[in-house]
């Protein structure tokens, strides 16, 4: 007999531990869909890096080469013709590649020289 509620005090444990991991399975997945699906929004005066490619972004001295961007695009956007010289770890200037990091000197920097 004592066998017998032992049997069913663990079941019941057993029970109770399958359904607290199923709602802590549930909330974490409301959790993770809850995050995936807020709006992320940015001003124009913060500075997206990365995988996102944006034309109208600043040219900060140090400049992150983004997706897609190649020497000549940055120069046309930043007004430096001279970012191969400037950088010499840049050694073949076809080889440019997402989160390059290049030293850009912009038209507003050369005349404050």
Known sequence: MANSSTTKAMKASISIADSASWYCAITLLGLIL?????ETVTDE???VRGNQFLNNRPC??????GEGETLHTISDKCGDPFIVERNPHIHDPDDVFPG???K????SQIGSS
Do not use: G, K, W
């Open 60 to 65: 900060d001295e140090i400049y992150v080469v």
């Open 100 to 102: 390059l990091v290049i």
């Open 45 to 47: 005066s913060s500075t």
């Open 34 to 38: 809850l995050a995936s699906i807020r």
């Open 104 to 107: 850009i000197v912009t038209p």
